[in-house]
């Protein structure tokens, strides 16, 4: 695999690096890591690559590499928010599989310019909402498919942190460090677009079901602050269901608090991501159920397929879901290679249509926000 | 004390009961404990009364106490919503305290006329909002007034239950029993007049903050129902504290899952019902601290005042929480009969103005709810 | 009922009479609270009672009531330990009935004499190892003896507390109280007769099983102290099952922490006195499940007889379970005061059987503590 | 690095493997990987190596890799328990650094002679007691090194699993799988060697503590079991701590529930392997505190180093903790290979001295559960 951005000191490269690593079956070969040439090489020497291959400009690595034999078989992008596209853009249309960081793009024109050059091309292009990678997210979405929560009436789902709220009181603490505050770079949203979008891609990946109407309240509780660094929601689903999704940076306290909760007929599920090798199971009239990954009774898409690692109550954790996106894009770009079809079922990553419907919602909540109407149509999906 | 309501099989009424018993300082002596004269006679019997005060009509009882030497020292009303109005107002009128059950009224209307007869009486009224009896609940409110937390600037308060879902595909379980879900009974609201109004008051009691915009979605997911049995709700709170309150009686499998977060600029505090003896603390950039009932480091109001009744961990309940409010208030109600000043800092139970605003807070979900505008105007409290 | 014990300040006084107040069936009604005749005096007016019926003398007492027509039903028992033995008997010798706070007397062979002495009566005797009175306990046992669990190949008991590990190292912090320390008042052991026997009287009610062997280890680690304040002992049962019981005063920051987990070749359970309303039962290759107090799928042993109060989720705690103690125990009074036989299955709360095993325990953790030999026999039972 | 053992199927192979390859600085080159030639060719297939690397025997992998310009940096041995003292022996001896799976050896004699080869060497030989290799572990042994506990009183270790109970009625399931109840292969132990010495070892590393006294009591509850699957050990520690120490395979319905708790005279800390990214501190007269994984309130052994890879909440689990023993090893690696001393402070892996203290706990409890005396001697470590 190749690279775009993530060098020295950036976290998300480092950890799409560790993803990529973990099961011994992808080698990073080549990339460029900045938009400073020096910085790149230099990243390129503490990833032990070859210097041909470290390149200064994301163009000079996808002409160059097209061009020889031994070619990478995907990219990563991990680049800020804005330069998304234009990366994407570039790779697919030089013939490279992708792999890319959330949200898909800077703004909604761009995803859905971009699904038209991914479904033009026959490239694959993955997403890492990496939190569908949990292996009892997945069993949760089994449970839903399979009807064992009946009819879905509500669902909550929160992403609280609180790293941002320092500034409030303008001690200078708790900065929403660099980009992620700047409109040209992160885009229209800050928290909707860093974590409100992971929430929705939670539900929408354990239930299928899509929003129809939203409303909303973003806030900027820090004073000089231009984008939302906390946002509430009420939603409508298709088929009557109800929902709220809430995200926050200003949650003092609260780390990396995704969780959601999802209320059927039949049953409910609660599922939390800093407790995220169990899935509580809840019903009217029985005792709840606590499913535990690793067990023989968690289905195959939980326990097989690779995407668990080690026995019941060996923790797992964020790097190994993580590393579950890489595996299913891997397997896919494998198939692609050795021109094996898709398997029975498809794969099981965020795809371009995916990063549409993220970018939707960034798009659906900035919009209602500003708006006095109580309830705003969700974009084209 | 004498009971008007909560005769055999009521379970609000022997909640009352016990809550009153347990620290052996009051006496049930006199009760009209049913509409049938017949079912109150025998629940006379049930709790020992002498049958003379066991009476037909509230009314009758109202007037006969009224008239004895060793009249009741006040009465606890536990009748159905759409009662309390007028019970309240007789024995007020008659000369008695009251304890009174939530709502405190069927609609907005009586529930400012109560206000107005309570001030003009002299009388002690309190409402059992029980949940802010719990000594943890205590012990949050007075660090957010001791400025602990900081400045408020987030506060998600929840009640998901479950307990009436079943009938959601007409299976004929889970109904939501009796008179909850009658409009003539009720009043206008059966899941914001029943659980949501305890998660605003909870709010209330422990910031002080007053919502001033609110922006709701009540639902009846359950076919042929007219009342809500869910909502979700949007609020704005005096000084730009945002929020959520949601609350559901079709939350399948949740039980009495009340909770709230509230987030400020220092630290942040998260307490639930189903766990009452802790208060969890948390702070951006120090562990977490968990408070538990009955320790030394917990304030006076928490663990003096008779409102901690055993050493720590061993465990309080709901029916301690619920007789810490008939504590406080036969506290009032003792100082008012011995001619006593109140207190330094007053009493600590609900009061009337904590009824208007309940019954406020019903009737302004319900109004949002049916609007097209999203935000109303909370009304005057 | 009359009270022995348990004047002004005492703390286990004050929860009998809560306990034997909740349900509103009890009433106290005469006592002899403390040695100090005054005191007691002042005891009885705090109690609102006719001070004809408040006794100097233990003596006295029983004498007096004894030739009332409207003398007291039973009589309870909260002096300190060596105490609980002759005045146990001279209530029963006068004929009343006794609910005794454990443990049941001073040593055991006052133990194995009481038990002659309640036996050669029809008194009732109930002993107070109240936290058999937890309903999740009492369903614990009720799967345990109808085979859920299997064959019980393990358990263990902890009962860790850190109240008494201040003066560790001098600080004057800490201190056992008053007699707990003292062998003339407490016994022959600290830690274990008043606590360890809690833990150990918990696996006798729900396994059913006794001790065959014990090999124990008694700590006092506070300098200066003379009777254990920690102990660690490894148990054989009858049958096969193995076992650790250990319980501490000088567990730091650990507040009433007793539990105990059973593990059988079907199913293992897991109870916290901490936690009361939650029942954990594990599986070797099935979800674990969460049985949760008053629910339906509870037993009748849990869920009726008035063992719960309130509906699920509305915490019942210490106070509640030690008033499930007299609810029992006033069953039986009732039934033979009425002359009627007892109920199919008898009557739940602790005998004097109980009593005497609960003696036999701390004899024989003192003894083999004493020991070189690894295991010793446990005592008859 | 190379590996002798864990070819295609063998779990704690695939788990070196992961731990190795995560921080991508690590190249799995050569091994051998079965006793089976055509299983360790089609192993070294898999895992892409050089077909020449890969080889038939350990001791022909040793002499040709010896003689390689190129040779591996050190070898991974993660053969069965019998082997791992001649496997060692041998690459030590013809030169190459190793890291070795535990038990060290299948005796204590071996333990010894093992420890003589290395001593003489100046080799790095780290051993894989992986639990140790957790960040808040790390954190808890530096809050008993810098005092914060005050003297240390009680240690309480558990290991608790439940995977060999089905056996115990013949049915046939949870067989201890193939050689762990072999004792040519296992050894003298079966539980004990297996996670009793992990518990062992995770108490040595916190406190620092050694044993002085142990009386153990060893069960095999499955008929037709040599070796024991469960025990429970009553011990003594140096300067006056008392602790039990207790491990099972028959725990039904647990998992891998390593825990330990240690009690000092000014804050006790307890901590779970499967929740792993807190700490709970307890104090006598404080709110419990709740330390996390990756804040910057934790100290730099558990956040710097490398030891901790995401932000706090991106929990980390077993894989990471395991990758934290080939990090630490890796330096003292790359420092001998460098020609750099040792770092103020040592590094932080278990050595061959741990092994020797492991074997030595394994062979104590055999011989003490064997024995009629209370208490043994810890043989010398």
Chains 1, 2, 3, 4 share one sequence.
Not at 244 to 253: F, K, L, R, T, V
Not at 300 to 326: K, L
Not at 344 to 373: L, R
Request: hydrophobic content about 35%.
């Amino acid at each position: 695999m190749g690279m775009v951005g993530g060098g020295r000191g950036a976290f998300i490269g480092q950890v799409h690096r560790m993803a990529a690593n973990l099961d011994g079956k992808i080698e990073l070969v080549a990339g460029c890591f900045s938009s400073d040439p020096e910085k790149s090489r230099l990243s390129g020497q503490d990833f032990f690559l070859d210097p041909e291959r470290v390149y200064s400009t994301y163009k000079e690595m996808a002409e160059k590499e097209a061009a020889r034999p031994d070619k990478i078989d995907f990219v990563s992008i991990v680049v800020q928010n804005h330069l998304h596209f234009e990366v994407a853009k570039t790779f697919i249309e030089a013939g490279f599989n992708v792999i890319c960081d959330k949200p898909m793009t800077h703004c909604y024109e761009q995803a859905l310019e971009l699904r038209e050059i991914v479904r033009k091309s026959d490239r694959v292009f993955a997403l890492t909402h990496n939190y569908t990678g949990y292996p009892m997210v997945k069993e949760a979405r089994r449970m839903v498919r399979d009807g064992e929560l009946g009819r879905i009436l509500k669902i909550v789902a929160e992403y609280p942190q609180g790293y941002a709220v320092g500034d409030v009181e303008g001690d200078g603490q708790g900065k929403i460090n660099n980009w992620r505050s700047d409109p040209k770079i992160a885009g229209i949203s800050n928290c909707m677009g860093d974590i409100g979008t992971h929430a929705h891609n939670l539900i929408r990946y354990i239930t299928g079901l899509e929003i129809t109407e939203i409303c909303s309240e973003l806030t900027a509780f820090i004073p000089g602050r231009t984008l939302d660094d906390d946002g509430n929601n009420l939603v409508r689903f298709e088929g009557g269901a109800k929902g709220i999704i809430h995200a926050s940076q200003i949650s003092n306290g609260d780390e990396n608090a995704l969780n959601i909760r999802v209320y059927g007929t039949k049953a409910s599920i609660e599922w939390h991501q800093e407790d995220p090798n169990e899935l509580i199971v809840k019903y009217a009239n029985a005792p709840r159920k606590i499913y535990r990954r690793g067990n023989d009774y968690i289905s195959e898409a939980a326990s097989g397929h690779g995407y668990t690692r080690t026995p019941f109550a060996h923790p797992e954790g964020f790097i190994e879901a993580f590393a579950n996106i890489y595996l299913a894009a891997a397997r896919a770009i494998a198939d692609q290679i050795d021109g094996n079809p898709a398997p029975e079922g498809g794969y099981d990553f965020p795809t371009v249509d995916d990063g549409v419907a993220g970018v939707a919602f960034i798009k659906a909540t900035v919009e209602s926000s500003a708006s006095d109407q109580k309830w705003i149509k969700f974009p084209a999906v």
